[in-house]
């Protein structure tokens, strides 16, 4: 499981939804596998409960995980593509923190073998 960092600005509801995005996209978490039930999780996580639901929500919204009735939260079998909109908003945020980088002097040559890296890794995951 993940762990909420108090500290950083994201809500705790944001670092939820991420950690579940992540846990699913490194495979740690294979459709059609069950999720924590919200009194779990927030015991897990000491969060409130309406903030596991929150965050419970907003994944299912976006296709992420799907609800049995009576049953719990379960990992979607296939994620769907993104709509255009949120499809800009996540080149939005890559492009605010390529610009850090390159404010900070990480020069454009170490980011593109930085992303190559990570890519790799992703594709080494799968």
Not at 48 to 73: D, F, R
Not at 77 to 102: M, V
Request: net charge negative.
């Amino acid at each position: 499981m993940f762990k909420l960092d108090h500290k950083t600005g994201k809500s705790i509801y944001e670092q939820i939804t991420d950690g579940f995005k992540e846990m699913i996209v490194r495979g740690e978490l294979m459709p059609g596998d069950r999720l924590p039930s919200v009194r779990e999780l927030s015991a897990q996580l000491t969060v409130n409960p309406n903030t596991i639901q929150k965050a419970y929500a907003a994944l299912e919204s976006q296709g992420w995980i799907y609800t049995v009735s009576g049953k719990g939260c379960y990992v979607g079998e296939e994620i769907s593509r993104p709509d255009e909109a949120q499809l800009q908003r996540i080149y939005a945020e890559l492009r605010k923190k390529l610009d850090e980088l390159l404010y900070l002097g990480i020069s454009e040559d170490e980011v593109k073998r930085n992303v190559i890296h990570m890519i790799e890794e992703r594709r080494s995951l799968s």
